[in-house]
């Protein structure tokens, strides 16, 4: 599976607009590019996939470059309840995948 | 309602005596997993299995055991559990066979070694 790499934790304010970068640069054809969002003491939760160009969703929008090399978690007007743990993963589509590495995350804090 | 389900939630246990934690999941899915996490390690997969009677190590497999006899069960053996066992447990699930499959988590498990 591709390593990712994205900031170890971001801070904000309500309402503004938060972008969460994710590096894979070992992306394969087959992969698609998961982010899923963490509350203290809660399993992460599902919030967004994507295969190329832009997907947006009632929680997100994710944009993917040509080269799929990255990807940015869009938040839009961010409010408390959005301080999580935020995970970018690459998973292969179709026959599913083994392992699956969820690393740190991204530590997003929104104040008021 | 899909759902992971894990019990015991909380577990206060010593040194030494093995435990079980169990994991059921009702969405008929072929991939199962256990997770740990700890502060700043992040979620590390212990064990996972891609369908019954196949499962196989993930990043941090030592002191652990598991077996899957069922579709739909998938517990987390600690036979002689030591105190750097202590931490957050997360069972997850999901589908084969479809693009990106969506992983389903239980609600966690705490686990105290003392």
């Known amino acids: 599976l591709a390593k990712t790499t994205q900031p170890v934790s971001m801070d904000s304010y309500e309402g503004q607009e938060v972008n969460i970068t994710c590096s894979h640069n070992?992306?394969?054809?087959?992969?698609?590019i998961t982010w899923y969002q963490q509350f203290p003491s809660q399993g992460p939760r599902f919030i967004i996939q994507?295969?190329?160009t832009k997907v947006t969703n009632e929680v997100a929008s994710l944009f993917i470059p040509a080269d799929r090399k990255s990807s940015t978690l869009s938040l839009p007007r961010v409010s408390l309840s959005d301080t999580a743990v935020y995970y970018c993963?690459?998973?292969?589509?179709?026959?599913?995948?083994?392992?699956?590495?969820f690393g740190k995350g991204t530590m997003l804090l929104v104040s008021p | 309602e899909a759902q992971v389900t894990q019990n015991p939630r909380y577990l206060i246990t010593v040194t030494g005596k093995k435990l079980t934690v169990t994991c059921s999941q009702n969405m008929n899915h072929e991939y199962m997993s256990w997770y740990r996490q700890d502060p700043g390690l992040g979620l590390r997969q212990i064990y996972y299995s891609m369908n019954v009677e196949a499962t196989d190590k993930g990043d941090v497999p030592e002191g652990y055991k598991v077996s899957r006899k069922e579709k739909r069960n998938f517990p987390l053996i600690l036979e002689s559990p030591s105190p750097n066992q202590t931490s957050l447990y997360f069972c997850a699930s999901s589908p084969q066979g479809v693009p990106g499959n969506t992983i389903y988590f239980g609600e966690g498990s705490w686990l105290t070694v003392v």
């Open positions: 993963l690459v998973v292969p589509r179709g026959s599913g995948y083994s392992t699956l590495t």
């Open positions: 070992n992306i394969a054809t087959n992969d698609y």
């Open positions: 994507g295969y190329k």
